[in-house]
């Protein structure tokens, strides 16, 4: 499954806190950066059950609590809808963070799309932003 790549991608690429923005029922990316000892936090609008070793706090993305995710070197969100990208983004923007959307087939973000064994996703660098 291509998500699963998406944790090898995160894994071999980053280190520390990584926030997932909506993480929503699918939580095995989560739950494999958390095995592989990175600090992840998860968040979604509603209350969620998050997996072992993640931390889990209901926050709107649109109107961040940034205290959430400061310090992470990674935020990322699979799937969302696309009306969050730009706050997503801009969240990222904000802490300093790289940020990578996994988008639904044929959503479309201006940004760099990266092809990593077969799972594709966009990526913007904390040097890249504006």
């Known amino acids: 499954m291509f998500m699963l790549q998406i944790a090898d991608y995160i894994a ?47 926050d709107d993305v649109t109107k961040p609590n940034l205290k959430i995710y400061e310090g ?8 969302p809808p696309p009306e969050l990208f730009s706050a997503i983004v801009e969240v990222s923007r904000k802490v300093g963070a790289d940020c ?8 479309y973000m201006e940004a760099r799309i990266v092809n990593y064994k077969g799972a594709q996703f966009y990526l913007i660098r904390r040097e890249n932003y504006d």
């Open 72 to 79: 992470a070197s990674l935020i990322y969100s699979l799937r």
């Open 100 to 107: 990578l959307i996994k988008p639904l087939y044929g959503d």
């Open 12 to 58: 071999e690429n980053y280190r520390g806190k990584v926030v997932e923005v909506g993480i929503g029922r699918f939580t095995a990316v989560a739950e494999l950066l958390a095995r592989r000892g990175f600090e992840v936090f998860a968040t979604d609008v509603v209350e969620r059950r998050a997996p072992e070793g993640c931390r889990f706090y209901v």
